[in-house]
C-alpha cells in the first residue's frame, strides 16, 4: 500500500470584547490549509427599557471599591504620621521632665547637706535631717520613674518603626508652641469634605443603590437586539453570511424571593445612610471636642507663661529673706521646684 502524511496547518485569533454600553462583540479568524482567510463574528446588544446597564453598573461599583482602597491606604499613611509624632513628643517629653527632676535630685542633695550641717552645728533640729532625707529620697525615685518612662517611650519609638532595638537613635527635633489659627467652623467643614470616613460612606451609600438596582432586575425582561457575521474561503468559492434578530428572557416568578432580596437591598440602603448620618454627627462632635482641648491647652500654656516670671521672682524674694534670716532654707528649694 502507500502511506499518505498530512501536516496541516491551522492559526486562529479569538477576540471576546465587553464594551461600557454593554455591548458583548465575540469574533473569531482563522486560517487553515483547506480553508483560506476565515472569519465569523457576533454582536448583542442589550436594549435597557426595564434594566439598567450591567456593564457601566460592574465598572462603578469596581471604580467605587478602589477609591474605598485608596482612601483606606491614605487614612493609614496619615495615621502612621500621627503615631510617629505622637511616640517623638513622648520621648522629647520624657527628655525634659528627667531635667526637671534631677535639677530637683541636686537641690534635694544640697538641702540635705546644708540642713546636715546646721544640725552638726545645733542651729537645727535632728528631725529636719530625716525630713531633708526622707525629700531626697522622693526626688530621686521620681528621677528614676522618669528615666524608664522615657528609655520606654523610646523602645516603642524604636519598635514603632522597625529600629534595631540595641543601636542608639538620637531625637533632635524640638517642640515648639504656637497658637492653633484655624476657626471652628473651618475645622469641621473641612473634616466633613475630607475625612476618609465619610468618602467611604458616601461610596457605600453608592454601592447599596447599584446593588437595589441589580437585585431588582431578577424578574425584569431582558430584551437584546442580536447580529452575526461570517466570511469562508474554501477552494476558490467565498461564503459570507449575516443574521438580525433579538432575544427576550423573563423570569415571570420566583415564589417571592427576589422581592425578599429586594426589601434586604432597601433594608442595606437605610442602613447606609444611618451611618452616613451618624457618622457626620459624630465627626462634628469629635472635631468640636478636639477643638476646645487645643484651645484649653493653649490656654494653660499661655497662664504659665505669664505665671512663670513671677514664680522666678518669688525665688529671688525668698533667697534675700533666707540670706537675711527671715525664711527657712526648705522654703527657697520648694520655691525654686515650683
Do not use: C
Not at 527635633?173 to 504656637?178: A, E, G, L, V
Not at 473641612?190 to 447599584?210: I, V
Request: glycine residues 4%; without cysteine.
Amino acid at each position: 500500500g502507500t502511506t499518505a502524511i498530512t501536516n496541516p496547518k491551522t492559526s486562529n485569533l479569538t477576540l471576546n470584547e465587553v464594551t461600557p454600553l454593554g455591548t458583548n462583540i465575540q469574533a473569531v479568524g482563522n486560517y487553515t490549509d483547506a480553508s483560506k482567510p476565515g472569519a465569523n463574528a457576533s454582536l448583542s446588544q442589550p436594549l435597557y427599557i426595564f434594566t439598567w446597564n450591567a456593564a457601566a453598573r460592574t465598572r462603578r461599583q469596581a471604580n467605587l471599591n478602589f477609591g474605598n482602597a485608596k482612601v483606606q491606604f491614605d487614612s493609614d499613611v496619615l495615621s502612621i504620621r500621627a503615631q510617629a509624632r505622637s511616640f517623638y513628643y513622648s520621648v522629647m517629653l520624657g527628655e525634659e521632665s528627667i531635667k526637671v527632676e534631677d535639677r530637683k535630685v541636686r537641690s534635694s542633695h544640697k538641702l540635705l547637706d546644708i540642713t546636715q550641717a546646721l544640725v552638726d552645728a545645733g542651729k537645727s533640729a535632728p528631725v529636719e535631717t530625716m525630713r531633708a532625707k526622707i525629700n531626697t529620697q522622693d526626688d530621686e525615685r521620681q528621677l528614676m520613674n522618669a528615666t524608664v518612662t522615657r528609655d520606654k517611650a523610646i523602645s516603642t519609638a524604636k519598635n514603632y518603626i522597625h529600629f534595631p532595638l540595641d543601636e542608639p537613635l538620637h531625637f533632635i527635633s524640638q517642640m515648639q508652641f504656637r497658637q492653633f489659627p484655624q476657626t471652628l467652623n473651618r475645622l469641621v467643614e473641612y473634616a466633613l469634605e475630607h475625612s476618609p470616613q465619610l468618602k467611604t460612606l458616601h461610596r457605600d451609600q453608592e454601592l447599596a443603590l447599584l446593588a437595589t438596582q441589580q437585585t431588582k432586575e431578577t424578574t425584569r425582561p431582558n430584551i437584546s437586539l442580536n447580529s452575526t457575521y461570517g466570511y469562508n474561503q474554501l477552494q476558490g468559492s467565498v461564503t459570507r453570511d449575516w443574521t438580525l434578530g433579538g432575544g427576550a428572557s423573563w423570569l415571570f416568578f420566583d415564589s417571592f424571593v427576589t422581592a425578599d432580596n429586594v426589601r434586604i437591598a432597601k433594608m442595606n440602603q437605610f442602613v447606609a445612610d444611618l451611618n452616613l448620618d451618624n457618622a457626620e454627627r459624630t465627626l462634628r462632635v469629635n472635631v468640636k471636642n478636639s477643638y476646645l482641648d487645643v484651645k484649653n491647652d493653649e490656654k494653660q500654656i499661655i497662664d504659665f507663661q505669664s505665671s512663670r516670671e513671677p514664680a522666678r521672682h518669688n525665688v529671688d524674694v525668698l533667697r534675700l529673706r533666707f540670706q537675711n534670716g527671715l525664711e527657712r532654707l526648705i522654703d527657697v528649694f520648694d520655691a525654686e521646684t515650683s
